[in-house]
């Protein structure tokens, strides 16, 4: 049964430490997305990549965040210093792009104190 | 900008009543999927719609695509308490550019079936 994966499920931490969180997409899926769910904004778009390649930012705070592809397993999203309007529920999801369905992992809570 | 507007936002039902979740935007979407989240996990995907005027049944679940493929609709027959969480609705744009694969997801209703 395959999953998308992230780690870690729960993050708590202070303002202004660094954040990494991880995301193993589905084997052969060709999208990864990442997303920030908040009760006020819903769901957000941050990154979005196809083959690997960053296509979309847009959505993503570019002095403090990053998103990265180092190989086709691993997706990371990084928050660089962090600071308490941080704290959400950040999803991973794979796809294929030629069907648009996207597959979320379980999240991971992130809280910044 | 494609939007996808959701209502009602809050559904709140006694447990054997019908409900009907609207999905509407001003753009054409290719396709239109529904998912459904439950508290402290990721969006399910429910159903995909491609063709205008697509009716598709998932046991008490009636998803309809408009005929423009603008607009969607959500009907549960007899809920359930099972049928508690959060839907989202999302739509596709057509194929090509650097938004070919991403969705435009609506804010979500959420339902609360009472027993």
Known sequence: ?113 | TQLLEQSPQFLSIQEGENLTVYCNSSSVFSSLQWYRQEPGEGPVLLVTVVTGGEVKKLKRLTFQFGDARKDSSLHITAAQTGDTGLYLCAGAPDAGGTSYGKLTFGQGTILTVHP
């Open chain 1, 1 to 113: 049964d395959a999953r998308v994966t992230q780690t870690p499920r729960h993050k708590v931490t202070e303002m202004g430490q660094e954040v990494t969180m991880r995301c193993q997409p589905i084997l052969g899926h060709n999208t990864v997305f990442w997303y920030r769910q908040t009760m006020m904004q819903g769901l957000e778009l941050l990154a979005y990549f196809r083959n690997r390649a960053p296509l979309d930012d847009s959505g993503m705070p570019k002095d403090r965040f990053s998103a990265e592809m180092p190989d086709a397993t691993l997706a990371t999203l990084k928050i660089q210093p962090s600071e308490p309007r941080d704290s959400a529920v950040y999803f991973c999801a794979s796809g294929l792009v030629e069907k648009s369905e996207q597959f979320f992992g379980p999240g991971t809570r992130l809280t910044v104190l």
